[in-house]
């Protein structure tokens, strides 16, 4: 048994810091060790929680009062972010923990920023396996959060049990702005920033979406009225614990019905696909398969070779390597 | 020598049909022939045009008129199309050649719909294949059209010398309707139904995507002006030759700065890169495979087997099998 898998169980916060930072390197021992810990570890479930917003929606705030609630309640809270950009951007959106001061000073939370790779697979593994170790560390909840990059709402919708959005008030022009597949992805739809002044406009955006989350086709998977709109405020707490109410209904509901069960074996299995196509095409990127990539590619730039003979060259090679 | 080789280097239609039914064809012995037939035809280039429209900006007659324009100046022209949703509507967007009456019966014309495959990767293979044979088979201009699903407008802008983006008169807060990483790849956008009525809207059309482009980052490939916004009424055939000066006048500058062969050596290489990924992914797909990663895949759903550890079991699975 691995020297982390003790200390990870009994919940030991810098256990699963290491643990994680194993799982995200990229050293062939590191890996080979962050699989064997992730096998020994027991099978606990955590409600996972995508949660989807772009800068200025406030999230950085919802999710510190959130949290806080929910380990005001006595749960242990564990957030991971998914930022694909963190590498272009020269930081993670979670790299500054002052951005949640006072949750990642409880000791019921843990915040781990998003680490920065080049790639959104890479992020998609270990974020996967981040999730598995929060989940044995004893977490009751783990948010999984996003700026919403590219491809990275569904990449986060695929490894949540729930998905919300996080919006700010708006006007009803400004409806379109939202993506019609990440609406689609939404169970609820949390209108941020209803006190004050935009507590009116909040409301209006709040009727605005529900009517076109009404518009949305019907999944089944969904008891009636889902997926909802909701008005909250970060800064006052007012909806946050109507959200967590309405979370915990919908996430009973498809416990007591089997999809979430069936969620979460569909989502196995996509895991393990993309695994097996990310691991295969890992074998391009050996040095003596670049070298020989390399050439034939500047081959085929210069017209000596057609691209398509050019392919399957390199292919019989593979083949013929493999078998060496 | 292929039979078909000599018909289709003499232009001869039908034998350009069915090479391009070959190069469609999953069947091994087609694709062999494909490949073979492919590697013997000499390196002719037309110029190739990618198009891109959604259903109701006249994209159909703006073919019909803008390519009986360069019949009519003595050029041949093949029409392909992109249609990744051709499988779901049951019918490609050029299935009925009724849509383009004139042109299809014109002798100078080629006009030939997509595909039906369920995968946009083998809707580009096919399509990149068929253009080289439309361009051995001695067409000047190749057009690629699509209707702009998902990936497709990208597709179509990677194996086209120019972009061009036909839309419709619109007021001025449709102009976000259109995607701005589409907007980045038009190398020319043409504002359709620019007559009668429309005629006023479509010029402030123009402008405001004029103004448009101008935000956009400047591409070092581009010569002043360049990308630029245009009005056409493919109804009257107004702009269409101001259009086609437009679109010469920039490949040839391309042409004349050595862009255009860097373009070409780009894309090649991008070819050669996206068939290696597809001809090793495609390994999963063999029979014994297949039913391996069937029954492993089960096991992950059921939570017998972790996702990571089932895909490493498959790869070895693939490297013994291949040493075999």
Same mark, same amino acid.
């Given at each position: 048994?691995?020297?982390?898998? +003790?200390?990870?169980?009994?919940?030991?916060?810098?256990?699963?810091?290491?643990?994680?930072?194993?799982? +995200?390197?990229?050293?062939?021992?590191?890996?080979?060790?962050?699989?064997?810990?992730?096998?020994?570890?027991?099978?606990?479930?955590?409600?996972?929680?995508?949660?989807?917003?772009?800068? /200025?929606?406030?999230?950085?705030?919802?999710? %510190?009062?959130?949290?806080?609630?929910?380990?005001?309640?006595?749960?242990?809270?564990?957030?991971?972010?998914?930022?694909?950009?963190?590498?272009?951007?020269?930081?993670?959106?979670?790299?500054?923990?002052?951005?949640? %001061?006072?949750?990642?000073?409880?000791?019921?939370?843990?915040?781990?920023?998003?680490?920065?790779?080049?790639?959104?697979?890479?992020?998609? #593994?270990?974020?996967?396996?981040?999730?598995?170790?929060?989940?044995?560390? /004893?977490?009751?909840?783990?948010?999984?959060?996003?700026?919403?990059?590219?491809?990275? %709402?569904?990449?986060?919708?695929?490894?949540?049990?729930?998905?919300?959005?996080?919006?700010?008030?708006?006007?009803?022009? +400004?409806?379109?702005?939202?993506?019609?597949?990440?609406? %689609?992805?939404?169970?609820?739809?949390?209108?941020?920033?209803?006190?004050?002044?935009?507590?009116?406009?909040?409301? #209006?955006?709040?009727?605005?979406?529900?009517?076109?989350?009404?518009?949305?086709?019907?999944?089944?998977?969904?008891?009636?009225?889902?997926?909802?709109?909701?008005?909250?405020?970060?800064?006052?707490?007012?909806?946050?614990?109507?959200?967590?109410?309405?979370? #915990?209904?919908?996430?009973?509901?498809?416990?007591?019905?089997?999809?979430?069960?069936?969620?979460?074996?569909?989502?196995?299995?996509?895991?393990?696909?993309?695994?097996?196509?990310?691991?295969?095409?890992? #074998?391009?990127?050996?040095?003596?398969?670049?070298?020989?990539?390399?050439?034939?590619?500047?081959?085929?730039?210069?017209?000596?070779?057609?691209?398509?003979?050019?392919?399957?060259?390199?292919?019989?090679?593979?083949?013929?390597?493999?078998?060496?």
């Amino acid at each position: 048994m691995d020297d982390l898998t +003790e200390p990870l169980i009994q919940g030991d916060r810098r256990a699963l810091s290491r643990a994680i930072t194993l799982v +995200e390197s990229t050293r062939a021992d590191h890996r080979d060790r962050a699989q064997r810990l992730l096998d020994g570890l027991p099978d606990r479930q955590a409600l996972r929680i995508g949660l989807s917003g772009t800068p /200025g929606v406030g999230k950085s705030t919802f999710i %510190e009062s959130f949290g806080r609630m929910l380990t005001g309640q006595g749960m242990r809270v564990a957030v991971l972010a998914v930022d694909p950009s963190s590498t272009r951007s020269g930081g993670s959106i979670l790299g500054d923990k002052t951005r949640m %001061e006072l949750l990642s000073r409880d000791p019921r939370a843990f915040i781990r920023p998003s680490p920065s790779s080049a790639q959104l697979g890479g992020v998609a #593994r270990r974020t996967r396996e981040a999730v598995r170790l929060c989940e044995a560390a /004893g977490h009751d909840v783990v948010l999984i959060e996003t700026v919403g990059v590219g491809q990275s %709402e569904t990449l986060v919708a695929q490894m949540s049990d729930l998905f919300v959005l996080l919006l700010a008030p708006a006007g009803g022009d +400004e409806l379109q702005g939202v993506k019609r597949g990440i609406m %689609e992805m939404a169970d609820l739809i949390l209108v941020n920033k209803a006190d004050g002044e935009l507590l009116s406009p909040a409301r #209006r955006t709040v009727a605005d979406y529900a009517g076109a989350l009404r518009l949305l086709r019907r999944r089944i998977q969904d008891p009636d009225g889902f997926p909802k709109a909701l008005a909250v405020s970060a800064t006052t707490g007012d909806g946050l614990g109507d959200a967590w109410d309405q979370m #915990r209904a919908l996430a009973d509901w498809r416990r007591d019905h089997g999809h979430f069960a069936r969620i979460r074996a569909e989502q196995a299995r996509d895991w393990f696909m993309a695994e097996l196509r990310a691991g295969l095409l890992a #074998r391009l990127d050996a040095p003596a398969a670049r070298a020989r990539i390399d050439a034939m590619g500047r081959d085929v730039a210069q017209g000596r070779r057609a691209p398509v003979a050019a392919a399957a060259s390199v292919l019989d090679w593979l083949d013929r390597a493999g078998a060496d």
